[in-house]
């Protein structure tokens, strides 16, 4: 299965300031069809997971435009231009190039 | 709004089988893949299973296959998870998915307890 190592595991922010965590992969998750199947969600305290970032860098309908992904092959970054206090919680990346999909292991952001 | 509502979880003992049902609204339920994704308390998520728009294919996560089937009714806008064998480390939140190539719906979860 693929691994995907996320880091930090932990990231204490201050609001108004940028993040970023990083995502590598045990393999390339570019996919046999040419797209690159990595997405990253966020799960805030008590609530379903959201998926924020599709396909590397396409961000979902509603997410705003702070949130930035990018990458390829094997290394991905998810980064928040300006941290709001609505963006704490924790992040996953995700693949869905290989199958079983898998999961890092998540970033807990909190406040400072 | 779409809504992906779950049911069926509680406390049943190891060996024992469950279903869990999520009733989905607000989307043309048909054309999306649906899956399960489970999150033991406290853990990460796992992808649990796929089920293709008109049920003709199954993908299973390795600790699951044999145990575990997904269903759907595109009738009755329905996804089930048959889940037989059940072990204490099958203890988790159920979360129902609806996947379109641009969109992403979660379901609020559904806690099953595999204890004796």
């Known amino acids: 299965d693929v691994v995907l190592t996320q880091s930090p595991l932990s990231l204490p922010v201050t609001l108004g300031q940028p993040a970023s965590i990083s995502c590598m992969s045990s393999?390339?998750?570019?996919?046999?069809?040419?797209?690159?199947?990595v997405n990253w969600f966020l799960q805030r305290p008590g609530q379903s997971p959201r998926r924020l970032i599709y396909k590397v860098s396409n961000r979902e309908s509603g997410v705003p435009d702070r949130f930035s992904g990018s990458g390829s092959a094997t290394y991905f970054t998810l980064k928040v231009n300006r941290v709001e206090p609505e963006d704490l919680g924790v992040y996953y990346c995700m693949q869905g190039t290989h199958w079983p999909w898998t999961f890092g292991q998540g970033t807990r952001v909190e406040v400072k | 709004e779409v809504q992906l509502v779950g049911s069926g979880g509680g406390l049943v003992q190891p060996g024992r089988s469950l279903r869990l049902s999520c009733a989905a609204s607000?989307?043309?339920?048909?054309?999306?893949?649906m899956s399960w994704v489970r999150q033991a308390p406290g853990k990460g998520l796992e992808w649990v299973a796929n089920i293709s728009p008109d049920g003709s294919e199954e993908y299973y996560v390795d600790s699951v296959k044999g145990r575990f089937t997904i269903s759907r009714d595109n009738a009755e806008n329905s996804l089930y998870l048959q889940m037989n064998s059940l072990r204490v480390e099958d203890t988790a939140v159920f979360y129902c998915v609806a996947r379109s190539s641009s969109r992403h719906y979660w379901g609020q979860g559904t806690l099953v307890t595999v204890s004796s």
């Open positions: 607000g989307l043309i339920f048909r054309s999306y893949w």
């Open positions: 393999q390339s998750l570019v996919h046999s069809d040419g797209n690159t199947y």
